[in-house]
């Protein structure tokens, strides 16, 4: 699902209304668009006319993907909100063709994670899992408690191992609730343990803009279940998805949609990685809905202005084995397509909402 990931929801606002009503940029944002995310203006203007413009920004971690992304969308942005928030209906994406995926109630609940289930690949895996030489991504106590109840021959191994699961994943959401990222795991598959929490500390450390202009949401990013803003409507989720050239993966996500008092016009898509099975230690996601400037004979219309941040657990550059460089590319291109899609998709469905 991840540069300075929360930068563009402080500055899009000011910025895209400048692009909406042809006033000129102030020289500070112009500043920071050209020599930090090297947006020209012949970008700035495609992205206002529709057209998705994508870019990989530089990382000082080897083993973090940052794309940013941005495209104009024709509809209010009360209406994209509102779709997003119905968490039942958004959350089914095209990378989950079946309902490979439950949000967690409060408290949480055996039916909320009755769908899961382990591949039997993964099964096997787990089987051989030592503490540092582990190919699915869980903590030294899980490694060595499913060395003592796992028997891959047996015909109940893959049964026995979704049961672990399930019932971690409720402890683990319960705990999170409880003492918000302390209760993050520290995944020991491999050599280097890494702490999930300290993970996602990094990202928002390397995040200084979102200190300066989103401050509420920063705090609550870092304090949960503490200094909860008003109005924030949110969900925790699991979810097993598919992605070209990877294994299912299944993710544990706290997602937060948020309208900022001190950016108005603006409203903050949130989606921060609590867990995962495999690949990642931590990503976080921020989409801004900004409001375009525009006059009352002219539908109301949004600027979607995304920020992808991911940090893997290997990501070896260079040479034949330029994973990095691969990883980068899918990245960009489903950034890319995932802009193309929720425009269309979004102007479709506000086209034939009653009343329009």
């Known amino acids: 699902m991840l540069g300075n990931p929360l930068v563009w929801a402080a500055i899009a606002s000011a910025t895209m209304a400048s692009l909406g009503s042809g ?9 920071f668009l050209e020599q930090t995310i090297e947006l020209n203006r012949d970008d700035m203007g495609a992205a206002a006319t529709g057209k998705p413009v994508v870019k ?10 940052a794309v940013f992304g941005i495209v104009s969308v024709n509809v209010p942005r009360s209406f994209y909100v509102r779709s997003v928030s119905d968490f039942s209906k958004s959350l089914r994406t095209p990378s989950r063709p079946r ?9 949480v609940a055996v039916a909320d994670v009755a769908a899961l289930s382990v591949p039997h690949d993964d099964v096997q895996d787990l089987a051989r899992c030592r503490p540092g030489a582990c190919k699915v991504k869980l903590s030294a106590a899980a490694i060595a408690r499913l060395q003592g109840s796992l028997d891959p021959n047996s015909p109940s191994a893959d049964s026995v191992a979704s049961a672990y699961f399930r019932a ?10 409880a003492r918000g990222n302390t209760a993050l795991i520290v995944y020991d598959d491999q050599r280097a343990a890494a702490a999930a929490a300290d993970v996602f500390n990094g990202i928002l450390s390397r995040s200084p803009y979102m200190y300066q202009y989103a401050p509420s949401l ?16 949110e969900v925790l989720f699991w979810s097993e998805d598919d992605f070209p050239s990877l294994k299912p993966t299944i993710t544990i996500t706290h997602e937060i949609v948020y309208a900022p008092p001190e950016l108005p016009g603006s409203t903050l898509i949130v989606a921060k990685q609590l867990y995962a099975d495999h690949y990642f230690d931590g990503a976080l996601d921020l989409t801004a809905v900004v409001d375009q400037a525009s006059d009352s004979a002219h ?19 260079g040479g034949l084995m330029n ?18 899609d929720v425009k269309r998709r979004s102007e479709q469905a506000y086209a034939s909402a009653p009343g329009n």
């Open 23 to 31: 006033q000129g940029t102030p020289a500070r944002l112009t500043q």
């Open 56 to 65: 990989v920004l530089a990382t000082s971690d080897q083993r973090e993907v």
């Open 99 to 107: 309902p490979r995926f439950g949000i967690f109630s409060d408290p």
């Open 168 to 177: 971690r994943m409720m402890d683990y959401i319960t705990g999170y609730r």
């Open 218 to 233: 920063e705090r609550y990013l870092k304090d949960y279940p503490a200094d909860r803003p008003a109005d924030v409507s």
């Open 299 to 317: 539908t109301p219309g949004i600027f979607l202005v995304l920020l992808h941040r991911l940090h893997f657990d290997d990501l070896p550059s």
């Open 323 to 340: 994973v990095r460089g691969k990883v980068i590319g899918k990245v960009r291109d489903e950034t890319m397509t995932f802009l193309r």
